[in-house]
């Protein structure tokens, strides 16, 4: 079974960075794509970014996108995802993904991907 551990969350201000990491088991180098996805107060699970395992490419949610990094260490099976310029509205607990096959829908459905990590809260204050 594939596990996978997030950390890396905290409190920042408004214009601040974060680094989160997700730990993964050595065979989650198996699986198709790993994802961050986020869940703010009162709203659905969101997709945050992605990546194929295989040929290393990257997905980013336009709300991110040239703000948030995703990048990876295979020698450690960790993955992880830079936060800069962080909003009020990036506040949420953020989730750490495995999808273990590929995904006629693309990557950013939450159903496609078959673990998920325990989740860490992100807090931007304003």
């Known amino acids: 079974q594939v596990q996978l551990v997030e950390s890396g969350g905290g409190s920042v201000q408004a214009g601040g960075s974060l680094r989160l990491s997700c730990a993964g088991a050595?065979?989650?180098?198996?699986?198709?794509?790993v994802a961050w996805f986020r869940q703010g107060p009162g709203k659905e699970r969101e997709e945050v970014a992605a990546?194929?395992?295989?040929?290393?490419?990257?997905y980013y949610a336009d709300s991110v996108k040239g703000r948030f990094t995703m990048s990876r260490d295979n020698a450690k099976n960790t993955y992880h995802l830079q936060m800069s310029s962080l909003k009020s509205e990036d506040t949420a607990i953020y989730y750490c993904a495995a999808q273990l096959y590929p995904y006629g829908g693309g990557w950013s459905i939450v159903s496609a991907y078959n673990y998920w990590g325990q989740g860490t809260q992100v807090t931007v204050s304003s």
């Open positions: 990546m194929n395992i295989g040929d290393g490419t990257i």
């Open positions: 050595s065979y989650i180098s198996r699986s198709y794509r």
